[in-house]
C-alpha cells in the first residue's frame, strides 16, 4: 500500500522508548542486520559487504549445477566463521526478557544467525520467526533430513565435496533462502499473523527495503498497532513511525533499565 494511504504517524515526541513498553501488551519486534552487527556479524548487503565482493549464488543455479553446489560450501567453509563465534548482545537478550515475561510475542527476523535462540527466549521455536531461514545448520530440500554443520565441513575437508543426502539422495543446501528462493510460506503467515495482533511493533536494525519482508511494520502500522523504529540511518517507513531513534540498539534498549 502505498505510504500516502496512511494517516499521519503521531509522533511520540514526549514519550521514551520506555514509556512506549510499558503502555503495550503485545510487543512483536522485527529485527535485521543492524542487530547481528552489534556482535560482530558483517552486514553482507552494506557498501564493502559480502555480496559487494563476491557474486550471490541463485538458487536456480544451486539446484542445476554441482560446481555451483560445490563452490557454495567452499564459500562457507572457508575463512573465519563469525557467526559461529557470535554471541547474544544486549539488544538479544532485552527480546528475549520481554518474550519471556510475556510481554512480547514474537520476533520477526531477517537474520540467520541463531542469536535469538541463544539468547534464552524460551519455546524459541513458536516465538522466533525466521524469514530468511537459518545458517547454522543444513537439510535436505527433497526429505529435510537435518545435517549439523559441522558434520558437513568435516566431510568437504575430507572429501573435497559435500554428497548428496544419505536418506534419499536429494540435495544438502544451508537452511537458508538464497537469492531467487521462495520465501518460507508458514513463517511468511506467522509473521503476518503477528503483526495484525501486535499493540506495539518494534524494527530493530533493518534498512526497511527488502521485500516482501518489510511490509510487516506497514501491516502492523495499518492496523493500529504504534511502530517505532530504531535503526542507525534512516529508513523509508520513518515518516509513517511513531518513534524514531537513529542510534545503537543495544544503547537504546539499555534504557530500559534491566542489568545484562
Not at 563476491?54 to 549445477?65: A, G, V
Not at 531461514?133 to 575430507?158: I, P, R, V
Request: charged share 20%.
Amino acid at each position: 500500500m502505498p505510504l500516502s494511504c496512511y494517516a499521519a504517524a503521531m509522533k511520540l515526541t514526549d514519550t521514551s522508548l520506555k514509556d512506549v513498553v510499558s503502555q503495550s501488551r503485545r510487543i512483536v519486534f522485527f529485527t535485521g542486520a543492524g542487530l547481528s552487527t552489534e556482535s560482530g556479524i558483517p552486514d553482507f548487503r552494506s557498501p564493502g559487504g559480502l555480496w559487494s565482493r563476491m557474486k550471490p549464488i541463485q538458487f536456480q543455479d544451486f539446484l542445476t549445477s554441482d560446481t555451483v553446489r560445490q563452490e557454495s560450501w567452499r564459500r562457507r567453509f572457508s575463512g573465519e566463521n563469525t557467526i559461529k563465534l557470535a554471541q547474544p548482545n544486549v539488544g538479544h537478550k532485552v527480546i528475549a526478557k520481554l518474550i519471556n515475561s510475556g510481554q512480547a510475542s514474537s520476533v520477526i527476523t531477517q537474520n540467520i544467525d541463531n542469536l535469538h535462540q541463544e539468547s534464552g527466549i524460551e519455546d524459541s521455536d513458536n516465538r522466533v520467526i525466521e524469514l530468511h531461514g537459518n545458517a547454522t545448520y543444513a537439510k535436505c530440500l527433497d526429505c529435510d533430513e537435518h545435517y549439523e554443520m559441522d558434520q558437513l565441513e568435516q566431510q568437504y575437508k575430507s572429501l573435497g565435496s559435500v554428497p548428496d543426502c544419505s536418506s534419499c539422495g536429494g540435495i544438502i543446501k544451508t537452511a537458508t533462502i538464497s537469492f531467487g528462493q521462495s520465501m518460507p510460506e508458514k513463517e511468511m503467515q506467522r509473521a503476518q499473523r503477528e503483526s495484525l495482533a501486535c499493540d506495539l511493533f518494534i524494527v530493530l536494525g533493518s534498512s526497511l527495503v527488502v521485500y516482501p519482508a518489510a511490509s510487516f511494520p506497514e501491516i502492523a502500522r495499518r492496523n493500529g498497532a504504534n511502530l517505532v523504529i530504531i535503526n542507525r540511518e534512516a529508513t523509508p517507513l520513518d515518516n509513517i513511525a511513531d518513534l524514531v531513534i537513529h542510534e545503537e540498539i543495544g544503547a537504546c534498549l539499555s534504557t530500559l533499565s534491566w542489568d545484562f
